[in-house]
């Protein structure tokens, strides 16, 4: 059975609120949209990624706390709040947030990208011209599509679709039945484009955009001829947008998810954002209609989802307001000529992405559906995209006749439809398609290949902290590793076995398992280097990863930093260790980087008296990826590897002082700043591997 702490108790005073920790990257991430050296519609990208991870943050995060108030639940968090007061300091950090948010974008950024000829124009600045263009286009492509619903008996409080973008009338006089129910509401069709652009001769500029928001407020008076319209507010619902299935009801996992992804868009609302101009009656009844209280509204000054924005970047041709482009290099070893069977087997490889190309593996890929020597093909997929050469390859291999077998976890959040959609495709040219161990996802990311050469069966495997999506590996930081080593290749194909089949785990050479060994392996590591810390030997961790949360690993840390290990976090996004704490965590620091690149290694260092052990992973150190999903950390056993990973995965980050962000026992986060060499982790491998500086 997988180890579990059980209902261990641990002190609140030693642990930062994970929501709280949450809030806080947003605000980092807020930062970046703030900061004027980072180019202006990248600016703009980085306001839009807030809002979506607010969105993320609500249909998640929040949506569980809610649910514990429902259900009347008194459990503690780590730091010793109970839901409802949890959910009250959250609701006051976000409004604090957004009110930054929207100061930002409707003081800086919009006025700073019309200085350079990117005008979003309000309907209160249009011009006759312009006025007369907006209600050609509303009458053509708009008015057909929508379908304005009036409240009376007869016609109820529609369903709202989850974030849609919705419009609430306020109306008096009498339609032509002789009704006044006075109310209105007005669904966007997900199909309407959310900012439109005007012709460049109506506005004197190189791109002119309008809302379509401002567009329908404009002519809402003609979904309701001859009744006036007093108001009409936009206004946008977030739902509980997590799935439960339940293990003992549940006869085929596919076909009960693809039941429930219809009802995801359905869930409880958690959060109602509407137009800082709404009236306080409509307000109220809005908020009646979805069973929410005064905390869960945000009103907000301009468009209520700002992530539609983040398409304005990709429509404006002007590189010089975005981050310079840069192309992948191609890992040393890997001739394009040479057979990348024989290069694997000289050499282990190590890929470092975005700076250089995760080609190699699609590559491999290729080449195994292609070679004929190439007998099976295994492979984990958590989040690939709608669109995957690597999926593709796959498809081929089967249709050559390979043995492919593909562990497809379709509980994998927001990705869930594209996964049933490639295990339908799979299966129909003869895969064998699995999904892993149901109440465990399958979050490591392993490819196994098996040739036959001379001397028999020979393993090729791939084994990755990233998700084997090609269009995030060009702005994640992850490491892959290509390797033919005889025992890591066992080690995956016993990890496969267990995924595919039945029976007790195997014990593995090299790996670090979740949910058997990881964990204890991690805090047994932690509990090493303080023994040699206690002995008056030198002790050092160094750990980089998204996340850090799982309360008695936290713990082991501080005992080794209270026996004297010197350990640095680098931690992404959320934090639950305080930091600098006398007599508990004197010797640990945390930081956070954020940049042009989103930070996704895990990288975990041990000293080991001088032997420097180093594990690569697809695991946080969180709760859920210690005991309830099926991860991997593999070590780097080559010496000049390992150095490598040292240098670009750990060194440059430990000496930012540009992006990084400094953590103290509070949950303050405070920016480093260059006082002589400006150093930033991001700059320095971009231009080590491609030569491109950042801007």
Same mark, same amino acid.
């Given at each position: 059975?997988?180890?579990?702490?059980?209902?261990?108790?641990?002190?609140?005073?030693?642990?930062?609120?994970?929501?709280?920790?949450?809030?806080?990257?947003?605000?980092?991430?807020?930062?970046?949209?703030?900061? *004027?050296?980072?180019?202006?519609?990248?600016?703009?990208?980085?306001?839009? %990624?807030?809002?979506?991870?607010?969105?993320?943050?609500?249909?998640?995060?929040?949506?569980?706390?809610?649910?514990?108030?429902?259900?009347?639940?008194?459990?503690?968090?780590?730091?010793?709040?109970?839901?409802?007061?949890?959910?009250?300091?959250?609701?006051?950090?976000?409004?604090?947030?957004?009110?930054?948010?929207?100061?930002?974008?409707?003081?800086?950024?919009?006025?700073?990208?019309?200085?350079? $000829?990117?005008?979003?124009?309000?309907?209160?600045?249009?011009?006759?011209?312009?006025?007369?263009?907006?209600?050609?286009?509303?009458? =053509?492509?708009?008015?057909?599509?929508?379908?304005?619903? &009036?409240?009376?008996?007869?016609?109820?409080?529609?369903?709202?679709?989850?974030?849609?973008?919705?419009?609430?009338?306020?109306?008096?006089?009498?339609?032509?039945?002789?009704?006044?129910?006075?109310?209105? %509401?007005?669904?966007?069709?997900?199909?309407?484009?959310?900012?439109?652009?005007?012709?460049?001769?109506?506005?004197?500029?190189?791109?002119?955009?309008?809302?379509?928001?401002?567009?329908?407020?404009?002519?809402?008076?003609?979904?309701?001829?001859?009744?006036?319209?007093?108001?009409?507010?936009?206004?946008?619902?977030?739902?509980?947008?997590?799935?439960?299935?339940?293990?003992?009801?549940?006869?085929?996992?596919?076909?009960?998810?693809?039941?429930?992804?219809?009802?995801?868009?359905?869930?409880?609302?958690?959060?109602?954002?509407?137009?800082?101009?709404?009236?306080?009656?409509?307000?109220?009844?809005?908020?009646?209609?979805?069973?929410?209280?005064?905390?869960?509204?945000?009103?907000?000054?301009?468009?209520?989802?700002?992530?539609?924005?983040?398409?304005? *970047?990709?429509?404006?041709? =002007?590189?010089?307001?975005?981050?310079?482009?840069?192309?992948?290099?191609?890992?040393?070893?890997?001739?394009?000529?040479?057979?990348?069977?024989? #290069?694997?087997?000289?050499?282990?490889?190590?890929?470092?992405?975005?700076?250089?190309?995760?080609?190699?593996?699609?590559?491999?890929?290729?080449?195994?559906?292609?070679?004929?020597?190439?007998?099976?093909?295994?492979?984990?997929?958590?989040?690939?995209?709608?669109?995957?050469?690597?999926?593709?390859?796959?498809?081929?291999?089967?249709?050559? $006749?390979?043995?492919?077998?593909?562990?497809?976890?379709?509980?994998?959040?927001?990705?869930?439809?594209?996964?049933?959609?490639?295990?339908?495709?799979?299966?129909?040219? &003869?895969?064998?398609?699995?999904?892993?161990?149901?109440?465990?996802?399958?979050?490591?990311?392993?490819?196994?290949?098996?040739?036959?050469?001379?001397?028999?069966?020979?393993?090729? #495997?791939?084994?990755?902290?990233?998700?084997?999506?090609?269009?995030?590996?060009?702005? /994640?930081?992850?490491?892959?590793?290509?390797? #033919?080593?005889?025992?890591?290749?066992?080690?995956?194909?016993?990890?496969?076995?267990?995924?595919?089949?039945? &029976?007790?785990?195997?014990?593995?050479?090299?790996?670090?398992?979740?949910?058997?060994?990881?964990?204890?392996?991690?805090? #047994?590591?932690?509990?090493?280097?303080?023994?040699?810390?206690?002995?008056?030997?030198?002790?050092?961790?160094?750990?980089?990863?998204?996340?850090?949360?799982?309360?008695?690993?936290?713990?082991?840390?501080?005992?080794?930093?209270?026996?004297?290990?010197?350990?640095?976090?680098?931690?992404?996004?959320?934090?639950?260790?305080? *930091?600098?704490?006398?007599?508990?965590?004197?010797?640990?620091?945390?930081?956070?980087?954020?940049?042009?690149?989103?930070?996704?290694?895990?990288?975990?260092?041990?000293?080991?008296? &001088?032997?420097?052990?180093? /594990?690569?992973?697809?695991?946080?150190?969180?709760?859920?990826?210690?005991?309830?999903?099926?991860?991997?950390?593999?070590?780097?056993?080559?010496?000049?590897?390992?150095?490598?990973?040292?240098?670009?995965?750990?060194?440059?980050?430990?000496?930012?002082?540009?992006?990084?962000?400094?953590?103290?026992?509070?949950?303050?986060?405070?920016?480093?700043?260059?006082?002589?060499?400006?150093?930033?982790?991001?700059?320095?491998?971009?231009?080590?591997?491609?030569?491109?500086?950042?801007?």
């Amino acid at each position: 059975m997988p180890h579990i702490h059980a209902n261990r108790q641990f002190s609140s005073e030693h642990f930062i609120n994970r929501e709280l920790s949450l809030l806080q990257f947003q605000r980092r991430v807020l930062a970046q949209a703030a900061d *004027p050296a980072v180019p202006l519609l990248e600016r703009l990208r980085f306001l839009c %990624i807030v809002s979506s991870n607010l969105d993320e943050f609500f249909e998640v995060r929040v949506a569980g706390i809610k649910e514990q108030q429902r259900l009347g639940s008194v459990t503690l968090t780590t730091d010793g709040l109970n839901p409802s007061a949890l959910h009250r300091v959250i609701s006051r950090e976000v409004h604090s947030i957004i009110t930054e948010q929207y100061n930002l974008l409707n003081n800086t950024i919009l006025p700073a990208l019309a200085a350079e $000829g990117i005008v979003f124009l309000r309907r209160s600045v249009w011009t006759d011209a312009q006025h007369q263009w907006a209600r050609d286009y509303f009458m =053509r492509e708009v008015m057909p599509v929508l379908t304005p619903i &009036g409240l009376d008996p007869a016609h109820p409080f529609p369903r709202v679709l989850n974030k849609s973008l919705n419009f609430a009338v306020e109306l008096e006089g009498r339609d032509a039945f002789g009704r006044n129910s006075g109310a209105a %509401i007005v669904q966007a069709p997900r199909a309407l484009p959310r900012v439109i652009r005007l012709p460049e001769e109506l506005t004197g500029v190189d791109y002119g955009f309008v809302f379509l928001s401002s567009m329908l407020h404009a002519h809402v008076g003609e979904l309701f001829e001859g009744m006036n319209v007093l108001g009409c507010y936009q206004f946008r619902v977030t739902r509980n947008s997590d799935m439960f299935v339940d293990e003992e009801e549940v006869k085929d996992l596919r076909a009960t998810l693809k039941g429930e992804l219809q009802q995801r868009h359905f869930g409880d609302a958690v959060r109602l954002e509407i137009a800082d101009n709404c009236s306080e009656a409509m307000a109220s009844f809005l908020m009646k209609q979805f069973a929410l209280c005064r905390e869960d509204v945000y009103r907000v000054p301009g468009m209520v989802n700002p992530v539609r924005l983040n398409q304005v *970047p990709d429509w404006v041709e =002007r590189p010089d307001l975005k981050y310079r482009p840069f192309l992948p290099a191609r890992p040393k070893g890997l001739d394009k000529q040479e057979n990348i069977f024989s #290069a694997i087997r000289r050499n282990d490889i190590l890929l470092h992405h975005p700076f250089q190309s995760f080609e190699p593996v699609i590559e491999l890929l290729k080449a195994a559906a292609d070679d004929p020597k190439v007998v099976a093909v295994k492979m984990t997929v958590y989040r690939t995209g709608t669109d995957s050469v690597l999926m593709e390859h796959l498809i081929r291999a089967a249709q050559k $006749g390979k043995e492919v077998t593909v562990v497809l976890e379709l509980m994998a959040r927001f990705d869930e439809e594209a996964n049933i959609n490639w295990a339908a495709r799979l299966e129909e040219v &003869g895969a064998h398609v699995v999904y892993g161990v149901f109440g465990y996802k399958t979050h490591s990311k392993l490819l196994l290949l098996v040739r036959r050469e001379e001397g028999g069966l020979k393993r090729y #495997a791939h084994l990755g902290t990233g998700n084997y999506h090609a269009r995030t590996t060009r702005f /994640y930081t992850d490491f892959g590793l290509l390797t #033919a080593n005889e025992e890591i290749g066992a080690d995956v194909a016993e990890v496969f076995k267990q995924l595919t089949g039945l &029976g007790q785990a195997g014990k593995l050479k090299h790996l670090w398992q979740a949910p058997f060994t990881l964990q204890p392996n991690v805090v #047994a590591a932690i509990h090493e280097e303080a023994e040699i810390a206690r002995a008056g030997r030198k002790g050092r961790i160094v750990i980089k990863m998204n996340a850090l949360l799982e309360p008695e690993t936290i713990e082991a840390l501080y005992a080794a930093s209270q026996a004297g290990v010197e350990i640095e976090v680098i931690a992404r996004s959320v934090c639950a260790l305080k *930091p600098g704490v006398p007599g508990l965590s004197d010797n640990i620091r945390v930081r956070s980087v954020v940049g042009r690149f989103l930070e996704h290694h895990r990288i975990f260092y041990f000293h080991a008296d &001088g032997a420097e052990k180093l /594990y690569l992973s697809s695991a946080d150190w969180m709760e859920r990826n210690f005991f309830k999903r099926i991860e991997v950390a593999f070590p780097i056993l080559d010496p000049k590897i390992k150095r490598r990973v040292m240098k670009e995965g750990l060194r440059p980050y430990l000496g930012d002082n540009c992006q990084a962000w400094e953590l103290d026992a509070d949950n303050h986060y405070r920016r480093k700043n260059p006082r002589t060499t400006r150093r930033s982790a991001q700059e320095i491998l971009l231009k080590e591997f491609t030569g491109t500086s950042i801007g």
